[in-house]
């Protein structure tokens, strides 16, 4: 079974270097973003699943965070 990994941020300057790094080394990778539809090179990783919204929203943070086994709340 892969882990997934959750990480907010991940259209920032350090989950541009991230969220790569983990997709590449064989995680399932959940991220939250704004505007996904501004970053394409997101949408082009393998493993990445893109949540559309803001960490100041708790419900969609809580339904986010279900079946990962890190989280990277900041």
Partial sequence: MTDTVFVTG?????????LPLLAQS???????????????????LPNVEIISGAVEDAAL???????CRYVDRK
């Fill in 61 to 67: 943070m809580n339904k986010a965070v279900v079946g």
């Fill in 26 to 44: 064989g995680f399932r990778v959940r991220t939250l973003t704004r505007r996904p539809q501004d970053h394409a090179w997101l949408q082009a």
């Fill in 10 to 18: 991940g259209t920032g300057h350090l989950g541009r270097s991230l």
